[in-house]
């Protein structure tokens, strides 16, 4: 690595590569997009699955000013991991251990929402 790389990536200089930010930082495979409203203040529940993990990520269509976001994800028979807050992009990665199990997924952007219904079986 070249020492301007190097210095550029300790002073945080460097952005996220793309297709890491463009997931939120789930992994995996996109399985289930649930769209959240269709004002300012919509956006998106992006669900990932990986071999043994399921993610969840909620994203604004338009990010700006920082707004109340959240996102959940929980396994059958386990409890829900969150992430909320007042976020300008997106809410979480959350994440839990899936393999042979379905999730419930909830999002939300300001007042609209959005959940999932046991999914991935």
Known sequence: MSAVVLALCLS??????PARA?????????VKSLPLGSGSGSGEVRVYKSRAQACAATFAREPGARRPMAVSIQP???VPVRDAGQFTR???PVVVGAINRCV???????VESVESGWILC
Do not use: D
């Open 90 to 92: 997106y809410a979480g």
């Open 22 to 30: 463009a997931t939120g930082g789930c992994g995996g495979q996109l």
């Open 12 to 17: 945080g200089m460097l952005a996220a590569p």
């Open 104 to 110: 419930y997924v909830k999002g939300s952007i300001g």
């Open 76 to 78: 059958r028979g386990g």
